[in-house]
């Protein structure tokens, strides 16, 4: 890279991510498609390819001023870093929870009563004349009395969200060279950005450029036909078949969507054909457990059949698993860390050396630890809550990276829910429980988990022969700016239009009201629900290795019982489709002839629906949304 260390720290690329954490934050007051919900970026994605077309011209006529897919693939990682500090499972739901119980408190719900002392000064708001102007708009964020307010929550949870960044970084060190050069894990969600960077062959594709047509006039259409409904739309929304079913036990299925994304079947058709089977066909396995526990008359017992439950158990189930996988490298890892036949192990070319990174996950856990406890939290409670946390943060990356899965949410609220449901809410105790609401803010969806795109970053790394350790200075500063740009638009916005997203941390102080009012035991059922789908995901596991005919796939159990795939399963089920025909009529041949079309499609749906969002944001109104 000739140019990395002058590209990957200056001030341009940091303004460039501030400016797509400006599009991030304003697109959620504008009412825009929030890009944060799916795996890939779509606000990244632009960015990088306004970035490679100008590249073009630079080539033209300022060869010397040309960035190399180096750098373009650097900037990717350090947006992508910037764009999961303020999405909708971070920034946008931190910042609105830091007055949200103070300013919702109503003598009918009894928050004061129930757990206002137990929420740290230093965490919160209280006073309702800094945040009036906050919530109800027509102000400005640009007073001394609002920002000396604001500037201890955020600085302080600030620091937090580093730390947890931090840990994971040093994690991902961890396992990075097993998932990356020893099982070589296929990371379909980075196939578009390899390519995309590679200027020279893929704009020059015109087969790319037919799936682009395609996809990117598809969307201008419906966009036309929502601003002027006399123009018929191209699909572009999602139909219920549910009404169909209206005798039980059929009725039991519930909202059943059906669409088709065309960038969902693009991003499909990277997926290895027996992950997007199971995709499908579990989506389908959940219907039918409704439907079953319906025709034996269980349809009403609160929970059943614990579709919910079930999923994290599978991503337990996946984490034990990665982990039995690697447990000569883990051991191999340990060995080098307390000095035993080090030599044994090379981690020179690793983004830190493994005994820092375990350093770095001591240190960080100490602070996050720390942090916890002068919140009000147990010990006992900080380590199984954070245990659960970094299981599911690492089950969630090895799922991207085998699985390129557009969609990896967990609903039920993380670790939170999980403990209360497991232990009760007695025994967790209510400053405990009122410090893991404050937690929700980066629990409530895992839709934008940052570990994942470390992993990402450091496999592009592994493909290009960037450097790890450069690229890990990029992914900080891309942490650091996102975390603090995405705070100040939100707050700037917020007092000049109204917080519109003030709702989004109300689950949260709603679940914590009903814990404090109404101790609950140990949920048993649902707890059964958990430990069977994590031995059923375990056993997957073991078929998929003994029978190489075997074709369902753990991660798709575990990732087709989320809300977001009601929406997905559909397009999976045609990219699959395709695929398979592809692949049995013409064979691998054909499959990597395919292989740009298919590039076109997402790339044609993200760049033309990333332009309706940014014509929304100036014309400062809803525009056609292409995600859900």
């Known amino acids: 890279m000739r140019h990395s260390e ?19 934050i304003m697109a959620l007051f504008w009412k825009q498609s929030h890009p944060t919900v799916i795996s890939l970026f779509f606000n990244v994605i632009f960015s990088v390819f306004v970035l490679a077309l100008l590249n073009l011209l630079l080539k033209r006529f300022l060869p010397n001023s040309v960035l190399s897919q180096g750098e373009l693939l650097t900037i990717y990682v350090m947006l992508c870093m910037a764009t999961a500090m303020g999405a909708q499972d971070m920034i946008q739901v931190l910042i609105p929870a830091i007055p949200h119980p103070f300013w919702f408190a109503t003598a009918e719900n009894e928050w004061a009563d129930l757990f206002f002392r137990y929420i740290p000064d230093w965490l919160a708001i209280s006073d309702k004349n800094v945040v009036t102007g906050y919530f109800e708009g027509e102000s400005t964020f ?18 937090f969200i580093f730390a947890l960044v931090f840990v994971m970084l040093c994690l991902t060190t961890i396992v990075r060279k097993r998932w990356t050069e020893e099982e070589k894990l296929s990371y379909p969600i980075i196939q578009l950005l390899l390519q995309m960077t590679d200027t020279s062959r893929f704009f020059k594709n015109k087969v790319m450029w037919i799936g682009f047509a395609i996809a990117g006039t598809m969307n201008l259409i419906n966009g036309l036909h929502y601003l002027f409904p006399a123009v018929p739309g191209i699909g572009g929304q999602s139909y219920d078949i549910s009404p169909f079913f209206t005798t039980k036990p059929w009725s039991a299925i519930g909202w059943t969507p059906v669409a088709v994304y065309p960038f969902v079947v693009g991003l499909g058709f990277f997926i290895p054909l027996d992950l997007s089977f199971s995709c499908w066909f579990f989506y389908l396995f959940w219907k039918a457990q409704k439907i079953f526990a319906s025709s034996l008359g269980l349809q009403n017992l609160p929970g059943l059949p614990y579709i919910e439950e079930q999923s994290f158990g599978a991503y337990i189930g996946l984490f034990v698993f990665a982990l039995w996988m690697s447990r000569r490298h883990l051991a191999g890892v340990a060995r080098k860390i307390f000095g035993i036949k080090a030599e044994e192990i090379d981690d ?9 990174a375990a350093f770095g996950v001591v240190i960080g856990m100490a602070f996050i630890t720390v942090f916890c406890y002068k919140a009000g939290m147990s010990i006992w409670v900080i380590l199984v809550f954070f245990a659960f946390y970094f299981a599911l943060s690492t089950a969630i990356s090895r799922v991207r990276a085998e699985l390129g899965s557009p969609i990896h949410d967990l609903p039920i609220g993380g670790p939170g829910e999980v403990m209360t449901t497991i232990f009760g809410s007695r025994r967790i105790g209510s400053s ?25 970053g450091f496999k592009i790394a592994e493909r290009t022969g ?32 109204s917080a519109t997203a003030n709702w989004r941390p109300k689950r949260a102080f709603n679940l914590l009201q009903t814990s404090l009012s109404y101790h609950s035991a140990p949920d048993r059922p649902a707890l059964g629900a958990m430990i069977g789908g994590m ?27 989320t809300w977001a795939m009601n929406h997905f ?32 499609i997402i790339l044609g749906d993200f760049i033309i629906g990333g332009l309706w969002s940014i014509i929304g944001i100036a014309m400062h109104r809803s525009m056609y949304q292409f995600l859900f």
């Open 432 to 456: 405990s429980l009122t410090g893991i609401s404050l937690l929700y803010f980066f629990n409530r969806g895992y839709r934008a988990h940052p570990m994942p795109h470390q992993l990402e």
């Open 6 to 24: 002058k590209t990957s720290a200056g001030v341009p690329l940091r303004a460039l991510s501030a400016a797509n954490c400006y599009w991030l």
């Open 466 to 497: 960037l450097s790890n350790k450069r690229l890990l200075i990029a992914m900080i500063i891309g942490t650091i700016v996102g975390i603090y740009a995405s705070s100040w638009v939100f707050l700037h916005a917020s007092y000049d239009l």
């Open 348 to 356: 020179s070319k690793e983004p830190l050396g493994y005994r820092a």
């Open 569 to 600: 399963w559909g397009s999976i089920f045609v990219s699959w489709v395709i695929k398979a025909v592809i692949l049995r009529q013409g064979g691998l041949k054909s499959h990597r002839k395919a292989i740009p079309f298919f590039l076109g």
């Open 535 to 561: 031995l059923f995901t375990i056993l997957l596991c073991m078929m998929r290795m003994r029978f190489l005919w075997w074709r369902l796939h753990p991660a798709g159990y575990a990732v087709s019982g």
């Open 142 to 159: 640009y007073t001394a009395q609002h920002v000396k307010a604001w500037l201890t929550p955020v600085v302080v949870w600030s620091g």
